[in-house]
């Protein structure tokens, strides 16, 4: 019994129509971030990181609004002695989704910069459809 019904299975499915092809997601690539000051660009890189599913977000949003948007935004940022980021400022690609992406960034907390001192933080993201 079991044997026949694995064999209907199969052959209900095997004449089954394909549905369209998923295409891959878009991609949101984190360029290696420029800082000046007392903290390693590659902490910073992976704060980002770990926030790129939210960066992600922000371009997927306005790709369902505004089809075919795709390219580079840089932005800048300061983090202070605390951890805190403060003074971000994004632009290129779409308004849009800069807006979205400097609060992405402004909610990221840092580990503290040695040495009681601020770092200035620069770094593009390239946003692509596949």
Avoid: H
Wanted: with cysteine; charged share 25%.
């Amino acid at each position: 019994m079991r044997a026949l019904a694995l064999l209907l299975l199969v052959t209900a499915s095997a004449g089954a129509e394909p549905g369209p092809a998923r295409r891959p997601p878009p991609t949101v690539e984190i360029r290696m971030p420029k800082v000046t000051g007392p903290l390693d660009a590659n902490i910073v890189r992976r704060y980002l990181m770990r926030n790129r599913s939210k960066l992600q977000y922000c371009y997927e949003k306005q790709l369902s609004i505004t089809p075919g948007v795709e390219g580079a935004m840089k932005a800048a940022w300061e983090i202070k002695p605390d951890g805190k980021v403060v003074n971000v400022g994004t632009f290129g690609l779409d308004g849009e989704v800069a807006a979205c992406t400097k609060r992405v960034l402004e909610l990221i907390e840092y580990p503290k910069p040695r040495q009681g001192k601020s770092a200035a933080v620069d770094v593009a993201f390239i946003m692509r459809q596949p």
